[in-house]
């Protein structure tokens, strides 16, 4: 079982830059892969960033492709999604999840969810 809780989220203007965090607990972190998604009211959720257990593997999709960045910290149980050059269109609830496959872009692939955070950019 692994519990995710973010943080970091609020109110930037466009061109700014946030910095989400997920903090997973249990001593297993570094045997999952993690990801962050994001929705929209009205949208499906949708694929922002993945990252491996180790961490040397990344994977974006091209609405975030050289914005936005993923990282990890294996030994701080804690994932990171770095977000610069912010539009109004990434307004929406960021998730972080948890998958026991090596890296996944399908929200059906996760096995845990955080709560979300709520992302807003302002034009």
């Known amino acids: 079982q692994v519990q995710l809780v973010e943080s970091g989220g609020g109110l930037v203007q466009a061109g700014g830059s946030l910095r989400l965090s997920c903090a997973a607990s249990?001593?297993?972190?570094?045997?999952?892969?993690m990801g962050w998604f994001r929705q929209a009211p009205g949208k499906e959720r949708e694929f922002v960033a993945a990252?491996?257990?180790?961490?040397?593997?990344?994977s974006f999709p091209d609405s975030v492709k050289g914005r936005f960045t993923i990282s990890r910290d294996n030994a701080k149980n804690t994932v990171y999604l770095q977000m610069n050059s912010l539009k109004p269109e990434d307004t929406a609830v960021y998730y972080c999840?948890?998958?026991?496959?090596?890296?996944?872009?399908?929200?059906?692939?996760?096995?845990?969810w955080g709560q979300g955070t709520q992302v807003t950019v302002s034009s």
């Open positions: 990252i491996s257990r180790s961490g040397g593997s990344l």
């Open positions: 999840a948890a998958t026991r496959l090596f890296v996944a872009g399908s929200p059906r692939e996760y096995d845990y």
């Open positions: 249990g001593r297993t972190f570094c045997s999952y892969g």
